[in-house]
């Protein structure tokens, strides 16, 4: 065990608050079996007290102590997605705390697939820990989610008194979130597990969420936005609409995938640009630190160039959609 991982588990088992590492984003942990210590995750992030918590855990094999009633196909997903970037909604174990259920009688759980978060979660268990870890992603409520370890500093500073520093998170945005609580597989939240994986794995497709689905985690209409308004533009009219607004005086930050302006194009020299890759999993690696960036850009405007259409794109249309909404786009 590194001295970081001992300190990280002394301060979960004093209650306080630590900055994870996960392969989607940076998360901020409190041992979800003490009501007062996720109530501190609430307090730093300003996050409501019925949005439920995702319980970080180190295997499957921990799955019985939080949940109930685990469907086959819980088990399934689990060996072949675990660790990894998907969380289940199963039906809460008697004793699990309304603090991170949101008073639902589900639970959302999921094992990482980070070292280091790997790291924490067995150490903790071993110490006599609880063996789960609540951790929504580290920054303050509904605004971009961080995918750096100064992206954490940066957003919560003193609230957190550790941040385990594992590198650039690999996959970028946020678990998908498969909720299994009424034995049909309902897809709450896109992410890098794809429907049609979960198919192959489940042989059923999941479905749309209905009313009565449990919440969940990162499903409001406006979440991971940046405090700059934002305004999504189709490609053909990028450089025509960001010429209009530079005639107009204004200054633009731009995220794009398909091709920045000539260099030698002084038409577009007052914005500023990000470009990102123009496949979906390049994409969502690259999103929210550029967001973040775009952000402190001083522009009165993000502009982002409309992504392509398909299911491969669905998770980051998503993130994008509920940015927007977010930043009052």
């Avoid at 954490?152 to 003193?158: A, N, Y």
Wanted: glycine share 12%; proline share 9%; charged share 15%.
């Amino acid at each position: 065990m590194t001295p970081e991982i001992a300190e990280a588990v002394r301060l979960l088992k004093g209650g306080e608050l630590v900055g994870i590492p996960t392969e989607t984003v940076y998360g901020l942990g409190a041992d979800a079996a003490n009501p007062a210590a996720v109530a501190k995750i609430f307090a730093a992030k300003g996050r409501p007290a019925d949005h439920p918590l995702i319980v970080h855990i180190p295997g499957a094999a921990h799955l019985a102590h939080w949940a109930r009633e685990i469907p086959d196909c819980a088990w399934e997903l689990a060996e072949a997605f675990w660790p990894g970037p998907l969380t289940l909604i199963l039906k809460r174990a008697p004793g699990v705390p309304d603090a991170v259920t949101g008073g639902q009688d589900t639970v959302g759980l999921r094992v990482p697939g980070h070292p280091v978060a790997l790291d924490l979660l067995r150490a903790f268990a071993a110490a006599g820990g609880s063996g789960g870890i609540a951790a929504p992603s580290a920054n303050r409520f509904g605004r971009i989610s961080p995918t750096t370890a100064a992206h954490v500093r940066e957003e919560l500073g003193d609230a957190v008194p550790l941040v385990l520093d594992g590198g650039a998170c690999a996959v970028g945005i946020e678990s998908t979130i498969l909720d299994l609580s009424s034995g049909v597989p309902v897809l709450l939240r896109p992410g890098h597990i794809s429907p049609t994986a979960i198919e192959a794995i489940c042989g059923v497709a999941p479905q749309a969420p209905a009313g009565g689905a449990p919440r969940a985690s990162g499903t409001l209409e406006a979440h991971y936005a940046p405090q700059t308004p934002m305004r999504m533009v189709d490609s053909a009219r990028l450089l025509d609409f960001l010429s209009g607004m530079r005639h107009g005086g204004s200054c633009c930050g731009v995220l794009c995938h398909s091709q920045l302006p000539q260099s030698e194009t002084t038409e577009m020299q007052p914005h500023t640009w990000k470009m990102l890759p123009a496949d979906p999993v390049g994409y969502a690696h690259a999103l929210y630190a550029a967001l973040r960036d775009l952000d402190h850009a001083g522009t009165e405007l993000i502009v982002v160039e409309a992504i392509p259409e398909g299911p491969q794109w669905a998770a980051v249309a998503d993130r994008l959609r509920r940015a927007v909404t977010g930043a009052g786009g």
